[in-house]
């Protein structure tokens, strides 16, 4: 079965550091470009990042450039979301999806994982 | 970055008849490539989005052939043929031309 399930959610006060996971299976993760996307609280969806299969090309949304990084671990199927410097917008549900090579769309999405930044 | 604009934010539907939602980029859409880079996903409350079309118009994998997508540079439209309980949600439409991706701001799909 295809799938994509998220971990790492919880709550952290303002400043803070969160990392999310992302385990993969059913699927060739490492020839596959994956994604962070959000959504805040009764909010519409946000894309946050993209990363190249092999890991080498990464890119942000302006409003999380210089405090997310992403890895991706392809021995280990695994996607990475290191969250710094946190604040309260960027409470949200975020979603790991992967990137459906020569359609460049999103077509498996996991469950999400739940980031709440408060103090 | 590109602008998606969706309309209507909410469309009451009876059961069996046809809906159709509007998404405008403020930019053409056209990849150097040529490829046109605009997908539809659905959303049911407390769910991930769920892919429905990409490419404009390409279905995807299970997705009914009541759902169709169209239109190019600028401007795009999902139809319903016939809505079903078990659309009802929120619709969105997404842009992966160019980064960052955007999305728009949602269309709910309800019935009356």
């Known amino acids: 079965e295809v799938q994509l399930v998220e971990s790492g959610g919880g709550l952290v006060q303002p400043g803070g550091s969160l990392r999310l996971s992302c385990i993969a299976s059913g699927f060739d993760f490492t020839n596959s470009w994956m994604n962070w996307v959000r959504q805040a609280p009764g909010k519409g969806l946000q894309w946050v990042a993209n990363i190249k299969p092999d890991g080498s090309e990464i890119k942000f949304v302006d409003s999380v450039k210089g405090r997310f990084t992403v890895s991706k671990d392809n021995a280990g199927n695994s996607l990475h979301l290191q969250m710094n410097s946190l604040r309260a917008e960027d409470t949200a549900v975020y979603y790991c999806?992967?990137?459906?090579?020569?359609?460049?769309?999103?077509?498996?999405w996991g469950q999400g994982a739940m980031v709440t930044v408060s103090s | 970055d590109i602008v998606m604009t969706q309309t209507p934010l909410s469309s009451p539907v009876t059961l069996g008849q046809p809906a159709s939602i509007s998404c405008r980029s403020s930019?053409?859409?056209?990849?150097?490539?040529?490829?046109?880079?605009l997908s539809w996903l659905h959303q049911r409350p407390g769910q991930p989005p769920r892919l429905l079309i990409s490419k404009v118009f390409n279905r995807f994998s299970g997705v009914p052939d009541r759902f169709s997508g169209s239109g190019a540079g600028t401007d795009f439209t999902l139809k319903i043929s016939g809505v079903e309980a078990e659309d009802v949600g929120i619709y969105y439409c997404m842009q992966t031309t160019q980064f960052p991706y955007t999305f728009g701001g949602g269309t709910k799909v309800e019935i009356k």
């Open positions: 999806g992967r990137g459906l090579s020569g359609y460049n769309t999103v077509d498996i």
């Open positions: 930019q053409s859409l056209v990849h150097s490539n040529g490829n046109t880079y």
